[in-house]
């Protein structure tokens, strides 16, 4: 803008030097036109008075008196006669002169007494103003002065002009200068972000009001930007799902720290980055290369022995594909609940089917047996009223394990842990006689929970229970309540066969026996320490399982304590 300003005053500078030289060298030659003819004319009066008193003679002294001279505005007079022949001449020889009647001023003499012209010199820049006058005896007396024309006047003049051009152009380039700083400081000091509170030139007013308005409009965008970033910075960041976003070249646009997580990387900085430095594995790079090219796709893959759901898909509009959104899920569990899902099924119409292919066989038999007697019938019933028990009892356990697992849990209370054990251990005596062992239980310190009365039966129940079947003669099962100030703790130890320590990591698992024969020979189902563990842990308790020093099995069961005067829900 400055540069425009000073040229643009540099430029009308020159142009009116120029003009006003122009101009003044035209009205100088104007000017001096009317000066040279006045005083001409004023001439001719004096040599024709002259010539009318002193007749030929005069003409002489008119060359003794400074007329011969051919200097530049210098008068030169000539007389020429009625044929047009040159009688006289101050400059030059009139016998080599030319006959000039057919000069206008001479014309015009003449034929209205007087006449002039102005013609060019051959000399450059030079012209001669003519003035002829009729005389009383025929003759024509002509006085032609020499002078410059417009251009040279405007010639003589260039020098100064010139100079005068440089002076000006300097106090142009100077003024200019000032002023558009002058003029520039207001709006280089305006304040963008408040436009309207600018005291400027009020031409301005109506680009304030347009800033003005257009910094609402974008302070207006900004928050909304801003409220979109942040919901979606909240939005992807709590997200357990990995979440990556890349252009269509593959630089890596934006992520979540899952994402991170997940693939188990750490992003140096802000610099684009491709999305092979996040993950370089086979599934991966296929997934995003299809993505990229317009394809969407969904695969298993593993990474760090974990299970992801990883899916691309592609980014478009109408220039095609413009990058693509990648999202990675941790399926492990969901791989892990549908393989149980699958063994759980398996085992459930595994354990109903035995029972079931029992009794078919068993009443087949019979059926078609004839003449059996009476006490092979009486043992076929027997047999099938145990397998109706046993198919019974896994069918219960079922039930309970839905109940579980659909959170249907009877209403909790207080439940005290020393009256429940002492009448499972009641219960249990005849059974441990039989088997020749011994049965015994030890309270250290009373303690509730807050529980069915029901499912703390059935959890030292089923411990007890398997620690007597699964003991040798001579062998102790032996319970004992203690605890702390915020748990109850119960043991169940025995000294029997024990448990295997690899098989240990799996006993809570449902149907899973670690001698699946004698466990069906004991009658087991394979799902009671599954539903006492599932039982324990939804009312914030745990049960946990070791080997006991000198043979035999420790099962540890915490449960919340509950004093008296606790809330019950």
Partial sequence: MKKKIIFSMSCIALLSILLSMVLSGVVSYYDSLEIVKKATIAESRYIQNGIALGGDDYLSDIRSAGYDTAAAQSVRVTVIDTDGTVRFDSVADAANMENHNDRPEVIAARENGAGESVRESDTLNVQSYNYAVMLSDGRVLRLSVGMKTVFGSIERMVPWMLLCSVIILVLAILLSTYRTKQIVAPVNAIDLDHPMENDVYGELSPLLLRLQRQNETIKEKMEELHRKQTEFTAITENMREGFIVVDAKGDVLSYNTSAVRLLDVHPEDDRPQSVLAFNRSPDFRDAVDSALTGTASERITKLAGRSYSLIANPVTNDNGVQGAVIVLLDVTEKEENERLRREFTANVSHELKTPLAGIRLLSDSILQTENMDAQTVREFVGDIEQESERLARITENLLRLTRLDSGMLPE??????????????????????????????????EGQTLASEDEIHEIIYNLTENAIKYNRPGGFVKLL???????????????????????????????????????????????????????ARRRGGSIEVRAREGGGTVFTVRLPRCEEGGDET
């Fill in 412 to 445: 909790a209370q207080r439940v005290d842990l020393s009256s429940v054990m002492a009448r499972v251990v009641r219960m249990l005596r005849l059974v441990a006689e039989e088997k020749q062992v011994d049965l015994s239980y030890e309270i250290r310190r």
């Fill in 481 to 535: 309540l203690a605890g702390d100030e915020k748990d109850c703790l119960l043991t169940v130890s025995d000294n029997g066969i024990g448990i295997p320590e690899g098989d240990m990591p799996r006993i809570f698992d449902r149907f899973y026996r670690v001698d699946k024969m004698r466990s069906r020979a004991a009658g087991g189902t394979g799902l009671g320490l599954s539903i006492a563990a599932d039982t």
